[in-house]
């Protein structure tokens, strides 16, 4: 048991142990349930329709997204005006991650097209 505290007391100076309580991870959960996700891909596009419910907002979301053919690049847009714009990240050849920062309780829509970089 010493080896294993002095193991977690170095990783967590260095930044590398995330720790959380039981109440921070449960607020999470109850977070991400407030949050439905629908889609429909229509070729090289998806129709993505956003919801969060309840009367205060969600912070960090994220939504994976499974793209439709190898290495290809993800470009959101919103349909509506003032929405929040997520930041999209590649995850690997055939995943890609749209973040929020933040997403108000109500329901957003988005447009998102695919390319293929190699064409």
Known sequence: MPGYLAEVARLSRSGMLWAATGGHVDAWWRDRQRISVAGLLRGHRLEMDVTVKGDRPVEAASVLVMLPFRRAVAMVRNTKVGEPKPVVRQIDDYRSQFVFSRLNPGNYA??????????
């Open 110 to 119: 988005y447009q998102i097209n695919f390319t293929d970089p190699q064409k």
